[in-house]
């Protein structure tokens, strides 16, 4: 068990003066190490001592995607790249993806925020973990195995793929708990169907699935198949990983943000203004603890609500509601997060293709399927068939090079999209989650 009692049931104050002395500390910090934010406070007439209380947070410029985008890959990285033991990536597999980086005592604090998730899901020493979350650049895999480990748990590192030999080793190995995106357990019910283990066979009880939003239908359908309890974990790569927040047993209204290490908050998108409590709004996260890379009111693009009401297992740590959409167009398909502009970015380098296509997601069974439908030129369209096909091919490829997803590719008639007056609508997504 990993249950920080003594700041998990803190009274507000307490968790209070934990934050501030450390928001303290990390803006100073990140003053003195790291030149984007030097200049951004500078900019914005913020001396670090300015923040003399918690409220002072909104005094201090906003990061974004584009911010980490600029200083690609590691200008936004606080140590010398020497304390750096780690690095992961997010979004795309070329270029502009998001790299973050972990010390040693980033690794460990990660471990920890994990092993006191999985405790809030009821999870000890005596589980055995079937951890389904890709391992590699995605912060899913490694995240989760460091604190099923800190934790004193066995892990059985399967990763994502494969899905009827991961059935037989949930069978074979006796798992019980189940760690992967809440899609993928549903197919993993699937697979146990083709092979024909029940879940009675299983000695499942528990599911912690996250890295997608997914609907109360879909917990239902999760716990029905799999027999098991399920329970949404949120995270980011930028702000650590898998860790960030988590259901805990008692509640299936909202998760407990770890804000001894992640300091909330909810804004207005529009006027970027802090919101109150129980408002609907983008959620911004600060790192409080994190060395190699700290961020300062990270605006995640996620939309949130945050509760402060007790919770039934005694933790006093703030509560989010389940993530409901996003402020911007980014889809996650398959684990994987797509954005339009990228798929843009591949088609104005391809000859013989307009700039106007459209993406549209829909799940087959629990697969999501993402086809892109492309207007080609006049000249094109005349063309033989051979030369559509090979153009569809290329499209297919450029975009599973960039993205690392493989999608369908749909070649139409010029002029046969439609046509916006305002924002084009790029994204038609038929998902019913
Ligand atoms: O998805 C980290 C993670 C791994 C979380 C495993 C939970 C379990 P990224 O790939 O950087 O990191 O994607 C982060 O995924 O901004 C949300 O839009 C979305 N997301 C993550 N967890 C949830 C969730 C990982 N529980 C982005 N519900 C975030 C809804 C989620 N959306």
Known sequence: MMWVEEIETLPRSGLDSIQLKRLQALVHRVYDKVQPYRNKMD??????DAIRTLADLRKLPFTTKDDLRASYPFGLFATPMDDVIRVHASSGTTGQSTVVGYTASDINLWATVMARCLTMAGVTRGDMVHNAYGYGLFTGGLGAHYGIEALGATVIPVSGGNSR????????????VLLSTPSYALNLADAMADVGITAAELRLRVGIHGAEPWSESMREEVERKLGI???DIYGLSEIIGPGVAMECLHTEHGMHILEDNFLPEIIDPDTMEPLPYG????????????EAFPLI???T??????????????????????????????LIIRGVNVFPSQV????????????????????DGNLDIM??????????????????ENLSRKIQADIKDMLGVTCKVKLVEPRSIQRSEGKAQRVIDKRKL
Do not use: N, W
């Not at 740590?317 to 996003?326: A, D, F, P």
């Not at 307009?354 to 993406?359: G, L, N, R």
């Not at 892109?372 to 559509?388: N, R, T, Y």
């Open 43 to 48: 900019q914005a007439g913020i001396r670090p």
């Open 229 to 231: 309890k399920a329970v």
């Open 301 to 330: 693009k996620d939309i949130s609500r945050l509760f402060l009401e007790p919770c039934g297992c005694g933790r006093t740590l703030v509560r989010m509601e389940k993530v409901t959409g996003r402020t911007d167009d980014m």
């Open 344 to 363: 843009e970015q591949v088609l104005v380098g391809i000859e013989g293709v307009e700039p106007h296509y459209q993406i549209e997601v829909t799940r």
């Open 371 to 388: 086809a892109v439908l492309v207007e080609v030129s006049e000249h094109i369209f005349s063309d033989e068939i051979k030369v559509l």
């Open 297 to 299: 009111r990270y605006r």
């Open 279 to 290: 408002e609907a709004g983008e959620l911004v996260f600060t790192t409080l603890t994190k």
């Open 165 to 176: 030999r991961q059935v037989t080793i949930m069978r074979d190995f006796g798992s019980t």
